[in-house]
């Protein structure tokens, strides 16, 4: 489907930044000059600069929170961004995160005494995306709390064990892709039942965190501000009792989420066999031209199993639009998409839901392989 490289399957950076809003740095022409600065640093892969410009900006008066976040967080976002728009390639995108992880620690040294109760952070089971469980957990450190960063896709049998060893008065879960979704049910399932409560973010829980009321998380901040005000302003409520999931979502019981997810592989599989049947142009494809489209089947199929977990077209719309945006920027046709959703469908014949969803995907890519629309919706 895909003629350019991408990254792997599993760490595609436009997905967690280009879906955020992109916003201008926060604050004064101080934060937006040393916005800049940071940017020309990141440019350059120069870790060092970007270290000693975020000290600068300490030392200029710079609160450490509006650092971290109005600063090193607004660039962080612009990297996405360049990335969607094919301004900045995969290798280019991965030095900026390394140049940005590496001035985080800049802020250490400003981190006050812990005097307020234990939190833990942690990315949800098979969540690449860690800076945003970081820069929450930097942003509680800054505001008081002791700390737990478990850093990224933490098994949720791991994330039980380390609170039943340490404690906690809240877990924060991050998932930044919608395919998450049915491992962070299954945390926050877990960790209530040990009696702590849960506070889920990221843009797999949607802009509004209407997921996360759907998988009963305790809590749902949009940014490390909100979710760092909210811990402050009070405990969270005790969490309810375990349930099962098909209690939460009863669409669950006509199995549909359960077999395409079990049998993923074999649809990625036959979709692909018959792509290369109905698009002759496959033939001449490279080996790395396959890979990425065989990939590129497999988020298909990924997010179309994880809109039928939560019962939701628009996880699986806002994805092929977003990628038919992407491709479309990148100069790859979007019309070669709907022949896999044709594919597909022929699989799904007993499977309603999955059915209407792909039909719904069909239609939302319409405009894109009519004609490239003025804009598009992120997942």
Known sequence: MTTVPAPDREHRPGRLLVR????????????????DGLWTAIRAADASSAADLVAGALRAGLAPETVLLDVIGAVQRKVGVEWAANRMSVAEEHAATAV??????????????????????????KEWHALPARFLA??????????????????????????????ATAVCLSASLSTRLPAAHAAVTAVQATGVPVMVGGLAFGVDGRYARLLGAD???????????????????APRPPRQAVDDLPHLADQEYTLVARCARGLVRRTFQGL???????????????ERTAEDLAQIVDFLAAALYVDDADVF??????????????????????????????????????????????????????????SAPAP
């Open 317 to 374: 719309t806002g994805f092929l639009t977003w990628t038919a945006e992407v491709l479309t920027t990148r100069g790859v046709p979007a019309h070669v998409v709907p022949p896999a959703l044709d594919l597909l469908e022929e699989q799904l014949r007993d499977f309603p839901r999955a059915r209407g969803l792909v039909a719904a995907g069909r239609e939302a890519l319409g405009p894109f392989v009519r004609g490239r629309p003025a």
């Open 100 to 125: 940005n992880e590496h001035a985080l620690t800049a802020l250490v040294a400003r981190r006050p005494a812990p005097t307020r109760g234990r939190v833990t952070v942690a990315c949800v089971d």
């Open 276 to 290: 290369e049947r109905r698009l002759p142009p496959m033939r001449d494809y490279t080996a790395e031209q396959l």
């Open 20 to 35: 955020a809003r992109p916003a201008s740095p926060r604050g004064d022409d101080r934060v937006r000059d040393h916005a």
């Open 138 to 167: 930097e942003v509680l450190r800054l505001r008081g709390w002791r700390v737990d960063h478990l850093g990224a896709r933490v098994p949720t049998a791991h994330l039980i064990s380390r609170l039943h060893r340490a404690g």
């Open 219 to 237: 809590a749902w901040a949009s940014d490390a501000r909100g979710a760092a005000d909210r811990l402050a302003a009070g405990p969270l409520p």
